[in-house]
C-alpha cells in the first residue's frame, strides 16, 4: 500500500500555527497556580515536535524538542517558570513559527536567531534542575545499556494509518540514530478478500545498534504513541540472537513502499487558505441546497404545464418564487457566515506585541480587550491585522507616557490600552484607546505648517487630528526602529479605505486619544443605493449616505479656493458633480433639478450630485481592477438584476479627485 502524506501537510501546518498561537498565549498568562497551564503549553510543543517528525520537517522536530523538555520539566515540578525561562521560550515560538512559514514557502529562517535561541535553550537544560540521589548510577546503567543498541518492537493499531501517520516514515526515522535491521511480521494479515486496505495489519522487530537514549527513541513515537504498541529492550540484556540484516542496510518492509512526502513542496501544494468550519453550519447549507432542489421541482412542474397555464398554476409560480427568494437569501447568509470568524484571530497577537514592545521601550502598560466574538469575513480579519498593529505600537510610543511622567500627572503608574469591537448596523466596528497624553494641536498644526501642508488656526479639532494620517506626516523627535519614520498612520487609513471602511479620530490632552475604524461585515456583499447620472447607474455604499436633499438655488454656491459648495446648516459642503467626474450627459442641467446626497468621507463630509435615486441593493463586488483596470472615484463593480454593470463609487477618492483639480 502507498501512503501519500503530502495531503495532510497543510492542516499539520494549520494546526501547528494554532498550536504556536496557544504556547504564546498561555506563556503570556502562565499561573504557579494554574497547574493545567504548563499542561496545556507542553502539548502544543509535543503535537507540533511530533507532527515535524511525521512530515518530514526535521530541523523543526529537533529544534522543538529542546522547548518541550524544558517545559516537561516545569511541568514535573523540576524547575520554577520565571521570566528567563519565560522570554527564551517565546522566541523559540517565535523561531518555530518562523521555520515553518519558511519550510511552507521555500523560503529560509533567521539561522542567527536559531542558533541564539537553541544555544539559550541548551544553556537553561544545562542548568541541573534538582539533584536526585543515586541520579548518577542510574544514568550510567542507561548509558550502559544504551552502548549495546536497542530491540524495538513496533506494534501499529490496526486504524493507524487512517489518521494520517506512515507506520514506514517513523522506522525510517529511526536511521538518524545509526544502523538498523527491521524484519516485518505478517501474522495478522488476513486473507485478501477479507483484507481493509487502510488498515495495519503488519507489525515490526527493530534492531538499532546505535549509542541512544530510551527516551529519544521514545519521542520518534511520541506522535503515535496512543495508536500503536511499544516495546523497547536493551540489546545488552537480550539473549535473543540478532535479526538478519537486510541486504543495503534498509529497513525489510515486507515489499510495501513508502512515499515520503517532501516538505517544502507539499506546503506549496497546500498554501491555499482554509477555514475551519462547524458542522452544524454544513448542515444548515446542506438543508437548504435540499429545499432549493424541492422548489425547483416544484417550478419545473409549472413551467410543463403543457400549456394550461391558468390562474392556480400562477398561484403556485408566485408561491414558488416566493421560496425561491427566501431560500437563496438563507443560502447566501449560509454561505457569508461559513466566512465570518471572531476577531480575536486578530486580537490574539497583540498581548505579546505590547509586552515586547513596553518592555523595549520602558513603559508599563496594561492591555484590555473587549469584544473579541465579535465575527467579521475572514478577508476583512486579515486587511485589519496590520492597521491595528500600527495604531496599537503608536498608542505605546507616542500615547502612553513614562511611568514616572504619569505618576507626575496624578495617573496609574501603568499606562491603559484598549481594544474593543462590536457590531453596529451593518458595520463592525473596532476601537483603538489609550490614557496617554493625547495629540498636541499646537504641535500638530506646527509641523503640517513647516511640510507645506494647507492648515490654518480655525481649522476644527477633527481636521487637526487628522493630519496625523497624511503621508511621511510624523511629529516624532527621534527616528528609531519602532516609529518616528513618517509611515504607518497613512497606511493605516489607506488600508481601511480600500476595504470601504473609515477612520475617526478623538483626542483630549492629558486624557489620551481614541481611534474608531468602520468596516463593511464582509468585502464580498454590499449594502449599498443604487444613482442615477445620465444612463448611467452606480451604487454608493449604505455606510457612506448621511441623507439626500434637493437643493435649492440659495443653498449652491462658489466659495474661493474650494470651487462649488452646498450651504446645509451652517456648513459649506464640497460639491461632487458625478456627470462632471465620469464625463457623463445628465438628465438634470440644473443642480436644483438634481438631488444632492450628502455623504461622510475620512477628509470630512462631501455633497454628490445626481439626476434621481434608486433603490436600495445588496451587491455582490466584483474587482474592476483584476478583470479590466483600476478607474479612479471607482471601488469596483457588480452586476445588477437585468444583467447590466453598474460601478461602485468610491467617495473618498472621490473627493481627493476634486481637491486635485
Known sequence: MTLDVSQFVGVFLEESFEGLDLMEAGLLQFNEDDPEAVNSIFRAAHSIKGGAGTFGFREVSDFTHGAETLLDQIRQGERPMNREISDTLLCAVDCIRDMLRAASDGGEADTARLLETRAAIENLLGTPPAEAAGQDAVQDAEQAAAACGWRIVFKPHADMMKTGNDPLRLIAELERFGPLSVKTRADALPSLSDMEPEACHLHWEIELQATAD??????????????????????????????PAPAGGRPDTGGTPAVAARPAESARRNDASSIRVAVEKVDSLVNLVGELVITQSMLNQVGNANGEFDVAQVERLREGLGQLERQTRELQEGVMGIRMLPISFVFSRFPRVVRDMAGALGKSVELRMEGEETELDKGLIEKLADPLTHLVRNAIDHGIESAEQRVAAGKPAAGQISLKAY????????????????????????????????????????????????????????????????????????????????????????????????LPLTLAILDGMSVHVGD???????????????????QLGTVGGVGRVVHLRGDYLPLIALHETFGVEPKARRPEDGIVIITAASDGRAALLVDGLGAQHQVVIKSLETNYRKVPGISGATIMGDGKVAMILDVDMLLRLRHMH
Request: hydrophobic share 40%; glycine share 8%; net charge negative.
Open 214 to 243: 530510551e527516551a529519544e527513541l521514545r519521542a520518534v513515537f511520541d506522535w503515535v504513541e496512543d495508536e500503536c504498541e511499544l516495546r523497547l529492550e536493551s540489546l545488552g540484556a537480550s539473549s535473543d540472537a540478532p535479526l
Open 423 to 518: 457590531h453596529q448596523g451593518g458595520n463592525i466596528v473596532v476601537e483603538v484607546a489609550d490614557d496617554g497624553a493625547g495629540l498636541n494641536r499646537e504641535k500638530l498644526l506646527a509641523k503640517a505648517a513647516s511640510q507645506g501642508l494647507p492648515v490654518s488656526d480655525s481649522m476644527p479639532d477633527r481636521d487637526v487630528w487628522a493630519l496625523i494620517f497624511a503621508a511621511g506626516f510624523s511629529t516624532a523627535e527621534k527616528v528609531t526602529d519602532i516609529s518616528g519614520r513618517g509611515v504607518g498612520m497613512d497606511v493605516v487609513r489607506r488600508n481601511i479605505e480600500a476595504v470601504n471602511g473609515r477612520v475617526e479620530i478623538d483626542s483630549a490632552p492629558g486624557q489620551g486619544t481614541h481611534i474608531i475604524l468602520r
Open 536 to 554: 448611467q447607474t452606480y451604487i454608493l455604499p449604505l455606510t457612506a449616505i448621511l441623507e439626500s436633499i434637493q437643493p435649492s438655488t440659495e
